[in-house]
């Protein structure tokens, strides 16, 4: 449970931090004019600092189960601590770019200091092989995606590159099996708590569900 609730957030959120990432220009020329582009280096540095972050999710909640809260007061604490360190020192040499690396450096503190404890007190490390699959399908349509950054400079290219990035994540990796019985279960669990049936859904994608 534990490795199935950290493997569904990264299948969730890595497409999402990888899109923001590769399109932070475009995104922020659409949304907030052409005058905020140039901080596109921020979006990109506090999108990847946030998504490792989010990893650490279960692990933190590992640490209540196992009663250690007093490793989660001190993770935030070092955590605030180093983020105003290197505040201090980074603003006055780089600006707006200086607070995102130190929060972005901050945030991977925390999370690798929840992870390491983690898997310290209970044993278990929260992501396997199988979960660097997806980094494999983000890199490869990252790169692909690349080569038409120049056509997405309006809402509506934007959000259909979105659904084109997302679609295409998601159908290689029912092509290529990437979920198990795990998923399958979770997906069991869904359906019944759905107002509406998902039997048909549940009978299509279940040829593309590992044993």
Same mark, same amino acid.
């Given at each position: 449970?534990?490795?199935?609730?950290?493997?569904?957030?990264?299948?969730?959120?890595?497409?999402?931090?990888?899109?923001?990432?590769?399109?932070?220009?475009?995104?922020?020329?659409?949304?907030?004019?052409?005058?905020?582009?140039?901080?596109?280096?921020?979006?990109?540095?506090?999108?990847?600092?946030?998504?490792?972050?989010?990893?650490? *999710?279960?692990?933190?909640?590992?640490?209540?189960?196992? *009663?250690?809260?007093?490793? /989660?007061?001190? *993770?935030?604490?070092?955590?605030?601590?180093?983020?105003?360190?290197? *505040?201090?020192?980074?603003?006055?040499?780089?600006?707006?770019?200086?607070?995102?690396?130190?929060?972005?450096?901050?945030?991977?503190?925390?999370?690798?200091?929840?992870?390491?404890?983690?898997?310290?007190?209970?044993?278990?490390?929260?992501?396997?092989?199988?979960?660097?699959?997806?980094?494999?399908?983000?890199? /490869?349509?990252?790169?692909?995606?690349?080569?038409?950054?120049?056509?997405?400079?309006?809402?509506?290219?934007?959000?259909?590159?979105?659904?084109?990035?997302?679609?295409?994540?998601?159908?290689?990796?029912?092509?290529?099996?990437?979920?198990? +019985?795990?998923?399958?279960?979770?997906?069991?669990?869904?359906?019944? +708590?759905?107002?509406?049936?998902?039997?048909?859904?549940?009978?299509?994608?279940?040829?593309?569900?590992?044993?």
């Amino acid at each position: 449970l534990f490795k199935s609730g950290t493997n569904l957030i990264l299948f969730l959120s890595l497409p999402i931090a990888a899109f923001l990432a590769l399109f932070s220009k475009q995104f922020l020329s659409i949304f907030f004019g052409t005058d905020y582009v140039g901080g596109y280096i921020v979006l990109v540095i506090i999108c990847l600092s946030y998504f490792i972050f989010g990893l650490s *999710n279960t692990s933190n909640i590992m640490l209540y189960i196992k *009663n250690k809260t007093k490793f /989660v007061l001190f *993770n935030s604490f070092v955590a605030v601590v180093l983020n105003v360190i290197l *505040n201090i020192i980074l603003i006055p040499k780089y600006g707006l770019v200086g607070a995102a690396i130190a929060t972005g450096i901050s945030v991977l503190v925390r999370g690798i200091l929840i992870i390491s404890e983690s898997w310290y007190f209970s044993k278990i490390f929260p992501l396997s092989l199988r979960s660097f699959v997806p980094f494999i399908v983000v890199a /490869v349509l990252s790169l692909i995606s690349w080569y038409f950054m120049d056509y997405i400079k309006s809402f509506w290219m934007l959000l259909l590159a979105s659904i084109i990035f997302g679609g295409v994540y998601l159908i290689t990796l029912l092509l290529i099996r990437y979920f198990g +019985k795990e998923e399958m279960e979770l997906l069991n669990f869904v359906e019944h +708590k759905l107002p509406f049936s998902t039997k048909k859904l549940h009978k299509i994608l279940k040829p593309f569900f590992r044993n």
